[in-house]
């Protein structure tokens, strides 16, 4: 398309009515139907308890897990991991300790000490941005390495039983600079900004102490996830995603929280996995939408499984086309994910949408933050390695980033992630 301006449009001479008829006539063009839709799909209306509430707030102890799992997801996170660069125990342990409490006074609004110090000569505690933006749910949810458990620290023997690197995947493409760490913190929030701080400060007590320096961070939006009570959200696919996430307690207690098995410290702990999943999203965006809802085996409007109408009809796996072929097929992504075709495996899902600006080549670089929490790291694993080798979703995404981090349960009024470990 040639640079040069319209002549029209250069003498600033089109009118609204002139702009508006050329926006219809470009969407018939890419075949957009503008109002009416197939398949009688209409979008479901909010749930009325789904509100932003910025006043919320969530307390750091005390909790069966730590805040952050279980907690409704916020509409925002700043994910960011960090590699040990002290090799003293000691040292260690006064960062998680410094950590907790900061996060305890964050997640209540509050400021982690002078924004403005009284001296010429002081540096502020605090950055300060998030102040006045009320508590916006912030949950900061703190997770240990493979590293954390070794002889540098003389953890070993705390290791918790299941704590390994992840298995190589058949889908792995991962980039160095975007894997693993021996830290993670997971600061989520309904303003970017209060999410945003939370990690800015801890960083920074990070660095002061000596003990650790950031990793790999994704900044994500729009929670790609639901929780109960929640409207389900939709992922950068323009899907409905989290459907048939984990609500209940009984699954919490059942896919989520170690409830037996090692010592009493790591009860209501979880494994945290962690993958940055570019999504080809131009490539995507050129596909029909009748091939993209085979992609997931849902209804792109409706979320309703290909078998059903309603978003929260349950899947049907077996049925079949009159001329024999399933209707949902057998790559499809919910058909190789589901419970029911994987031995009862189920995780909790906590994802986010991110989004890098553009690549090199001028195209949109944007994918899903994937979250998962799971008592077992290889509940995700059996889960990946299916959708890994078969998922008709792969053409359309690459996994570039990965960490697993264990997150031990929340820690009394008082005290600090993880503070069992040094006190055996
Ligand atoms: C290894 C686990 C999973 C990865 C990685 C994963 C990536 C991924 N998923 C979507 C979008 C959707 N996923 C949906 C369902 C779904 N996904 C997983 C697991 C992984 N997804 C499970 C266990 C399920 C539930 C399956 C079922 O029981 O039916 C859906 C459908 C709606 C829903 O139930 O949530 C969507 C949409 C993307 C975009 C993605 C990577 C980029
Ligand atoms: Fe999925």
């Given amino acids: 398309m040639s640079d040069k301006l319209h002549p029209a449009r250069e003498a600033g001479k089109f009118s609204r009515r002139e702009l508006l008829k050329g926006a219809v006539a470009g969407a018939s063009a890419l075949a957009i139907p503008t109002v009416s839709y197939a398949h009688g799909q209409a979008t479901a209306a909010r749930d009325p308890e789904d509100k932003i509430d910025l006043s919320r707030q969530y307390s750091f102890y005390g909790h069966e897990g730590q805040a952050g799992i279980s907690t409704p ?10 590699d040990l660069t002290t090799t003293t125990r000691q040292n260690l342990q006064v960062l ?4 907790s409490s900061a996060i305890a ?28 933006l009320g508590p916006a749910s912030l949950t900061v949810t703190v997770g240990l390495g493979p590293r954390v458990f070794t002889d540098t620290f003389g953890l070993t023997q705390h290791k918790p039983v299941l704590m390994r690197n992840l298995m190589q995947l058949p889908s792995d493409d991962m980039q160095p600079e975007l894997t693993g760490g021996d830290l993670s913190l997971q600061a989520c929030a309904d303003d970017p900004q209060v999410a945003y701080h939370a990690i800015r400060d801890l960083a920074r007590i990070a660095k002061s102490t000596g003990a650790a320096q950031t990793r790999w961070t994704v900044m994500g939006f729009g929670r790609a996830s639901a929780g109960k009570g929640q409207s389900t959200p939709r992922n950068l696919f323009g899907f409905k995603d989290g459907t048939r996430n984990i609500t209940e307690k009984a699954d919490f207690d059942k896919y989520v929280w170690i409830k037996d098995g090692g010592p009493a410290w790591q009860q209501n702990g979880s494994y945290q996995v962690v993958r940055k999943i570019k999504i080809h999203i131009e490539s995507w965006d050129t596909d029909r939408v009748s091939d993209q809802n085979n992609v997931f085996g849902r209804h792109k409007v409706s ?10 009809d349950t899947p ?36 986010y949408n991110y989004t890098d600006g553009l690549n090199n080549m001028a195209q949109l670089d944007a994918g899903l933050l994937f979250i998962s929490y799971q008592k077992d790291p290889a509940q995700f694993e059996a889960l990946q390695t299916r959708l890994g080798s078969s998922d008709a979703l792969n053409e359309y995404i690459s996994h570039i980033g990965s960490g697993i981090f264990f997150v ?15 006190e055996a």
């Fill in 303 to 312: 979320g309703a499984p290909l078998t059903g109408t309603k978003e929260f």
């Fill in 105 to 132: 006074q964050l997640m209540k609004g509050g400021t982690i000490g002078q924004v403005e110090p009284a001296r010429d000569s002081g540096v502020g505690m605090d950055t300060g941005e998030a102040m006045d």
């Fill in 316 to 351: 049907d796996f077996k049925k079949k086309d009159a001329d024999g072929n399933l209707i949902i097929p057998a790559t499809a992504h919910i058909s190789l994910a589901s419970h029911e075709n994987n031995q009862g495996i189920k995780i909790l899902r906590r994802s």
């Fill in 96 to 99: 998680l300790a410094r950590w």
């Fill in 73 to 82: 997801p916020q509409r925002h996170i700043m994910f960011m991991t960090f």
């Fill in 408 to 422: 031990p349960p929340a820690p009394k009024e008082g005290s600090y992630i993880g503070a069992e470990m040094f």
